[in-house]
T-cell receptor
Framework: ETGVTQSPTHLIKTRGQQVTLRCSSQSGHNTVSWYQQALGQGPQFIFQYYREEENGRGNFPPRFSGLQFPNYSSELNVNALELDDSALYLC???????????????FGPGTRLTVL | GQNIDQPTEMTATEGAIVQINCTYQTSGFNGLFWYQQHAGEAPTFLSYNVLDGLEEKGRFSSFLSRSKGYSYLLLKELQMKDSASYLCAVPNQAGTALIFGKGTTLSVSS
């Protein structure tokens, strides 16, 4: 059984640029959630995708967008990068859709994004 | 809304017992999670409590009191490898995400 994988591991961008982060869900999981974790903070929910549709969104601006593909892998896109976007971006996969956060979420290793 | 509070830092010595507290305020309750996160790594699941009481899993136990909006994680026979951040989390109202506390950084010394 393959766990959650994310790419790239680390990324450095400058303000105003755009970035795409990728996540492959654990085998058999159809739901992917993205979180942003600033240094010294807990993860903050960005959005969730279930069956290729956005299934919930946290308090993040529209420049944070995503996709889920038929194989349940997912992308997180961030446009017009700001310094405060520097963080660890975590992807978590689970089985099920709405109301499934009570199911255990399996986290990937994260992508460390630095915005200069 | 939902709010989670936990201490920022704790220290302990090898072999000791430590209790990490978490208080929460949530509209509707659908369980409480504890995750462990080593520096630079992904959070890993430790426990899920939905009913009141203590659940034991090896050296780690988790307690929940729904009436008090309170949980704790108990770590026994501490080892150096237990040095990590411990995150308390509850599902959001829509059930689509976990709302995390800021985490408690535990440092275990010899």
């Amino acid at each position: 059984e393959t766990g959650v994988t994310q790419s790239p591991t680390h990324l450095i961008k400058t303000r105003g640029q755009q970035v795409t982060l990728r996540c492959s869900s654990q085998s058999g999981h159809n739901t992917v959630s993205w979180y942003q974790q600033a240094l010294g903070q807990g993860p903050q929910f960005i959005f969730q995708y279930y069956r290729e549709e956005e299934n919930g969104r946290g308090n993040f601006p529209p420049r944070f967008s995503g996709l889920q593909f038929p194989n349940y892998s997912s992308e997180l896109n961030v446009n017009a990068l700001e310094l405060d976007d520097s963080a660890l971006y975590l992807c978590a996969s689970s089985l099920g859709g709405s109301g499934t956060s009570t199911n255990e979420q399996f986290f990937g290793p994260g992508t460390r994004l630095t915005v200069l | 809304g939902q709010n989670i509070d936990q201490p920022t830092e704790m220290t302990a010595t090898e072999g000791a017992i430590v209790q990490i507290n978490c208080t929460y305020q949530t509209s509707g309750f659908n369980g409480l999670f504890w995750y462990q996160q080593h520096a630079g790594e992904a959070p890993t699941f430790l426990s899920y409590n939905v009913l009141d009481g203590l659940e034991e899993k090896g050296r780690f136990s988790s307690f929940l009191s729904r009436s008090k909006g309170y949980s704790y994680l108990l770590l026994k026979e501490l080892q150096m490898k237990d040095s990590a951040s411990y995150l308390c989390a509850v599902p959001n109202q829509a059930g689509t995400a976990l709302i995390f506390g800021k985490g408690t950084t535990l440092s275990v010394s010899s």
